[in-house]
């Protein structure tokens, strides 16, 4: 089955860039998505289909997707992003969905 | 307003039986996959199952295959999860979600019901 990897943790200063890695193979071939997920609370999207944002997702949030990783990238980080960041991809191969282990992602 | 509540968990023994259920409003769920995701306690998401627009088909994720059940009633804009023999590692907060196409992103969340098997 495929696998995502990613880190368990990232830390960034606030006004920094945090970025989020995550690893499979030839991910670069399917669209991936990314969820911030803040204690307590349901997941929620914050980048679709390697790049896009949805309504509401402020612009400091992106994605890239090439080769065998995609990044979510944060810029400005504020307090408010941390949180738990996981992505996803649809495996045709299972007709699974796959999720990341998650990265908690903590303002210094 | 546009929302998924689940609702159906508790506590239950191992062996024991449990149907959840997700209610969707502020929109037809009939144009939508809808799919059920569940984050055992300090740990991350894990996809369980999804089921077309119109019931006809299903997936499950290896852990829950032969044991969990999903299905729909469109009529009621509603979602189930059927979950039989189950485990103590099936303890978890169950959430559902939609998907426009089956392979898209998840671009709702309801709030989750908790689950736990434990005697």
New interface residues.
Partial sequence: SYVLTQPPSVSEAPGGTARITCEGNNIGGLGVHWYQQKPGQAPVLVVSDDSDRPLGIPERFSGTNSGNTATLTISRVEAGDEADYYCQVWDSDSDHWVFGGGTKVTVL | ELQLVESGGGLVQPGGSLRLSCEASGFTSNAYWM?W?RQAPGK????VS?IHNDGSSA?Y??PVKGRFTMSRDNAKNTVYLHMNSLRVEDTAMY?CARDLWG?????M????TMVTVSS
């Fill in positions: 799919q995701v991350g998401l894990v996809w999804r997936n994720a290896d959430y392979y898209d992103s998840f671009d969340w309801g709030l989750g």
